[in-house]
């Protein structure tokens, strides 16, 4: 919904200018907007370490892209299948498969060692890892709304210069002002219809990613304990909504699975 909801702001900004002024040329300046797009792109890129701006063309793909988000209930379904094999069955986490990379190193890691506070601390740093590298994609978007309309106001300061030039020209004055104030508007419009969306979706992303990797590792260290199937669902859908929860529960109470006792 990222360009949809940018597109439509946009719209709305248009339409409304196009009703107070019958020349919506007057009020696309190709000057203000490089200067406020370059200026502020060129600002936040000097904030930040090369290899850092590598990821940014991706983010931004990311963010403009639809996005379904991490299957957290399809997920809460397999580790609770695998636990209760296991429970019989040691070898099925050997042999299990997924692309999920960091649920596939999770169950490598209970199976190497029998320390949870190890898996907790490996895990825990893969996540952290995670959230830093989502984090600089975000803020370089939030820095970039925060030096637009700076840049815009730069841009006024420039045309109202020029201005100053025009005093003995009255009748230029007035377009000439008007002109000036483009860049404002631009830089406020850039930073509040683009630039801030598209950080505030890679923020939703992160939170969405970072709380399934969560659960993962919940799911993962509550299995080690060898607790029953019980309690591990009701520690696993902690994550799910209520509607989702509900849903679930009746799904596997569709099937006659009787939950199984600890050991």
Known sequence: MTPIGIVLAL?????????DHENLGSLIKIS???????????????????RRLKAIPRAFLKAMKPSKGPDTRATIEALLAIAKEARTNPL??????????????????????????????LMASEIEGLRLRHDTAAKFFSDI???SPTFGILGTVVGLIGVLGQL????KLGPAIASAFTAT????LLANAVW???????????????????????????????????????????????????????NRGSIGEAPDEAA
């Open 11 to 19: 719209v709305a900004l248009i339409g409304a200018m196009t009703m």
């Open 32 to 50: 203000s907007l490089l200067l406020v797009v370059g200026g502020s792109i060129g600002a936040t890129m000097a904030g930040f370490e090369g």
């Open 196 to 250: 801030l969306p598209i950080s505030n979706k890679l923020r939703r992303l992160s939170t969405e990613e970072v709380s399934f990797r969560e659960m993962v590792v919940e799911g993962l260290l509550t299995m080690q304990l060898n607790v029953s199937t019980t309690e591990l669902k009701d520690r696993l859908y902690a994550y799910l909504s209520p509607s989702e929860r509900e849903q679930a529960s009746n």
């Open 145 to 147: 709304a925060g030096f």
């Open 168 to 171: 003995s020209s009255p009748g």
């Open 185 to 188: 508007l631009w830089g406020v």
């Open 92 to 121: 099925v986490l050997e042999e299990f498969e997924t692309d999920d990379i960091f649920l596939k190193k999770g169950i490598q890691l209970i199976i190497s060692t029998s320390e949870p506070e190890r898996v907790n601390e």
